[in-house]
């Protein structure tokens, strides 16, 4: 496997950040959800709540591809989903 390089000029992340929000977006079903119809919205969301997340990690997850995070949750076992509550 390849050696990751990061591009010039980017600060280093947060690896426990990253894998909080990776984590977020894989389990968490309403997360995921406000994440996919505005992803901007929901990272300055955590990030008004403490969640220590830097302009770098914004962007880097802002340039990943959307459909992952609906793959990834759709591959692993239920009893590790965050299902959304519907309404009354």
Do not use: H, Y
């Amino acid at each position: 496997m390849p050696a990751m390089t990061r591009p010039a000029g980017t600060q280093k992340m947060s690896q426990k950040t990253v894998q909080l929000i990776v984590g977020r977006l894989a389990t968490d079903e309403e997360f995921r959800l406000r994440f996919l119809e505005n992803p901007r919205q929901a990272l300055d969301a955590l990030r008004d709540r403490g969640v220590d997340l830097t302009n770098g990690e914004i962007e880097a997850l802002l340039r990943t591809d959307r459909s992952i995070w609906t793959d990834v949750s759709s591959r692993l076992d239920p009893q590790l989903q965050q299902c959304r509550l519907v309404g009354d």
